[in-house]
């Protein structure tokens, strides 16, 4: 549905975006994902026609957008303010776009109520913006865009604005809606839970790179780069020395002097690369398991959170890992500070990423 072609935006001698090449299949949710000033939101906008590149190519259903204005292309935009007009009633904002594209108005009135029903503002119709909630009001501007039947469905940062409890249902109605509707949507947001929760892939972007596009599970458990590693939750970035190299398992020295294995492509020995371990995939023992990639430690620190606890780990060679733990309740699971303990590891859940 969405195609960029070596896509470069300068604004100056800033490179917002640089040599972006990527597709968004049809019916996809496709979230852009980074830290502030990434080059995010620049994307979205060059997909829009709001900016142009300074080279490359978009398309759009396979036509050459590059150069068209907004108007021309087949997409809706939902802002993070939500740009509602104020004077209008609801009704009257969500049927404003197609009035403007001359629609008949015994089918504007058919489509207004069709997407009146579906985001759930039966009741706020003759409301005007001020009279209605955050949420009704970010459900008013949903409405707005997707009444149009657009192609694409372009959403900037549009839950940012609501509390915490709110954008968590929010994000659930959002992807029911966009699954019912079968539209492609790009989401741009700068929140990890967010894009884990909603999308079918996620782009993260840094510095005006794409860093890695993957689904979400290969995004959050087989990061490319130390970055990506880092900024999708949380992960223990450790550097090692391979030792050995045999069928695809290596075996590996990190910092301190512990050992550990993994299952990776073969790398030759003595090359240095980086690990990630998420905190979530170590295990906490009284004793010595026997199996794979256990080592004793000492619980420096223990954060309770609820749900889970979460440790900071200290080796015998004295290094710091962070682990999470559920409280679930599991005989011998209660550790606390100061314990002596035995973590592990699974090879499969190490990972070598780029630096």
Known sequence: MVELRHVTKRFGTHEALLDASFEIKVGEF???????????????????????????????????VTMDPPYRRDVNQVFQNYALFP??????????????????????????????????????????????????????????????????????????ALDAKLRTQMRLELKQLQKKLGIT?????????????????????????????????????????????????????????????????????V??????????????????????????KIRLHRTDSGGLNCFPCRIAMETFKGAMDEFTLVTTSGLELGAILANDGTPGGDFHEGDQVFASIQPEDIHIVAE
């Open 30 to 64: 496709m979230t852009f994902l980074g830290p502030s000033g990434c080059g995010k939101t620049t994307c979205l906008r060059l997909i829009s026609g709001f900016d142009t590149p300074t080279s490359g190519q978009i398309f759009i259903d396979g036509k050459d």
């Open 185 to 253: 949507f790009i989401y741009v947001t700068h929140d990890q839970e967010e894009a884990l929760t909603m999308s079918d892939r996620v782009a993260v972007i840094n510095a005006g790179r794409i860093e890695q596009i993957g689904t979400v599970n290969e995004i959050y458990y087989k990061p490319a780069t130390r970055f990506v590693a880092s900024f999708i939750g949380d992960t223990n970035i450790v550097e090692a020395e391979i030792l050995q190299s045999d069928s695809g398992k290596l075996l590996c020295r």
């Open 255 to 280: 910092e301190g002097g512990l050992e550990l294995k993994i299952n990776q492509p073969d790398i030759k020995p003595s090359s240095r690369i980086l690990l990630s371990l998420r905190p979530e």
């Open 87 to 160: 004077h209008l009633s609801i009704y009257e904002n969500i049927a404003f776009g197609l009035r403007m594209k001359r629609v008949a108005p015994a089918d504007i009135t058919r489509r207004v109520e069709r997407v009146v029903q579906m985001t759930s503002l039966t009741d706020y119709v003759d409301r005007k913006p001020a009279q209605m909630s955050g949420g009704q009001r970010q459900r008013v501007a949903l409405a707005r865009a997707i009444v149009c039947e657009p192609k694409v469905l372009l959403l900037d940062e549009p839950l940012s």
